[in-house]
Structures are given as C-alpha cells and as structure tokens.
C-alpha cells in the first residue's frame, strides 16, 4: 500500500486548502482512513477520520466547523477540505490507513503518506 499525499502549501489567516491522499491497493474502501498532523516540536496528532463507506467521520475539537473530511473509493482518494484556517493549524499533514484500534492514535495506523505542508500566516 502507497498513501501519496498532496495540496498543501502557503495560506492567509483565514484562507481554506484541500488536501488530497491519493492511496494504491485494491482494498481501499475496507479501511478507515485519517488525516493526522504534526507541527514543529510536537507530536504528530489526530486530525480526522472517515470510515471505510464514508458515512462516520471523526474529527478532533479543533477543526470541528473549519474542516471537512471525504473519500472516493472510486478514485482512491481521501481528502480534507480546511477552510478559516489558522496559523496554530500549520504542520506537515499525514494520511494513514487503519489496521486496528483506537481511531485517535498513531499506533493504530499501518500505512503513512509522506507528508505535505500546510503554512498558515498571520
């Protein structure tokens, strides 16, 4: 499994981007998939989760109302839509594929993209 993640880049205060996590593999849609984040001198942390049909989504407190978490099995794709971003939101983003356990942990995730910065000025 490959996870190849994209889109992010340089934004205002206030300003929107969308990620996108293009993943290999036949089993895509069986998997819980997540967005997690990792900003300079801290641990990388839960951002968001979509189950395999994309019916539940999991979203950490913090970007509940500013983003949006959505898949395409057919397309391989998971994507987070971040809008009125802020600058405590910048850091490399992740996504992950779930093997078991708990939704909000690292150890839970099998498979990792390579990462794709987010910088949001003030």
């Known amino acids: 499994v490959q996870l190849q993640a994209s889109g992010g880049g340089l934004v205002q205060a206030g300003g929107s981007l969308r990620l996108s996590c293009a993943a290999s593999?036949?089993?895509?849609?069986?998997?819980?998939m997540a967005w997690f984040r990792q900003a300079p001198g801290k641990e990388r942390e839960f951002v968001a989760a979509i189950s395999g049909s994309g019916g539940t989504k999991y979203l950490v407190d913090s970007v509940k109302g500013r983003f949006t978490i959505s898949r395409d099995n057919a397309k391989n794709t998971v994507d987070l839509q971040m809008s009125s971003l802020k600058p405590e939101d910048t850091a490399v983003y992740y996504c992950a594929r779930h093997n078991s356990g708990s939704y909000y942990v690292t150890d839970s995730y099998g498979f990792w993209g390579q990462g794709t910065l987010v910088t949001v000025s003030s």
């Open positions: 593999g036949r089993t895509f849609s069986r998997n819980v």
